[in-house]
Every structure is written in structure tokens, then in C-alpha cells.
């Protein structure tokens, strides 16, 4: 069974930097895109960031670009999202997900797994 479980969110100032984590089964951490999406209160599901083939190429949204980076860890199945000088615009709820098929990694509707989510608040 296919499972993605964020960690990692919570509560913090505008300007502190926090780290998002994603754990994979390993059949899912190698599919063929990973990407972080979020949804803020009322607003829908928006990209984040995103790599496709394994890391080789990675996509981030214009308002996070700069500021946050998507990364993995191969040993650990594991795929992050290093968010720095946060906004209270970035405050939403935090999904990972994976995307069997070569499709936009950039498109919601691409991705076949999701995670639960975590909460991510930023206070100003």
C-alpha cells in the first residue's frame, strides 16, 4: 500500500524557517515525481514545489521561489521541503505527494498519492 506521512508543521514568526518532512514507502519515493502542494483556509490546492526523475529536475511556485527548496534522501525515503523566511501568506496546510506517471509535476490531478497533511502557521 502506497503511503506518504508529512511531519514537521506548526507554529511560527514571520521570518523563521521550518522544515517539512515526507516519509515513503520506497515503491513510492522513487515514482516518478514528488511534489509539496498546499491549501490555505478557503483558497484551493495550490503547487509548491516539485522534481521530477529522482531529483534530477525540481519546479518551485513563483511565491515560494528563493525561499523554500524541496530536497530527498534516498537512504531514508524521505522528501523535505526546507522552508526559510516564512510569511503569514505561507500559513496552509501542507500535503506531499507522489506521481506515478509522466505527467505535469506542476498539476494537482498528476499526483495518485497524497499524504494526510500538515498544519503550518505563520504568525506575523
Known amino acids: 500500500q502506497e503511503q506518504l506521512v508529512e511531519s514537521g508543521g506548526g507554529l511560527v514568526q514571520a521570518g523563521d524557517s521550518l522544515t517539512l518532512s515526507c516519509a515513503a514507502s520506497?515503491?513510492?519515493?522513487?515514482?516518478?515525481?514528488l511534489g509539496w502542494f498546499r491549501r490555505a483556509p478557503g483558497k484551493a490546492r495550490e503547487f509548491v514545489a516539485a522534481?521530477?526523475?529522482?531529483?534530477?529536475?525540481?519546479y518551485y511556485a513563483d511565491s515560494v521561489r528563493g525561499r523554500f527548496t524541496i530536497s530527498r534522501d534516498n537512504a531514508n525515503n524521505t522528501l523535505y521541503l526546507q522552508m526559510n523566511n516564512l510569511k503569514p501568506e505561507d500559513t496552509a496546510v501542507y500535503y506531499c505527494a507522489a506521481a506515478s506517471r509522466v505527467r505535469s509535476v506542476l498539476e494537482s490531478d498528476s499526483y495518485d498519492y497524497w499524504g494526510q497533511g500538515t498544519q503550518v502557521t505563520v504568525s506575523s
Open positions: 520506497e515503491r513510492t519515493f522513487n515514482a516518478y515525481g
Open positions: 522534481m521530477r526523475w529522482r531529483g534530477t529536475y525540481t
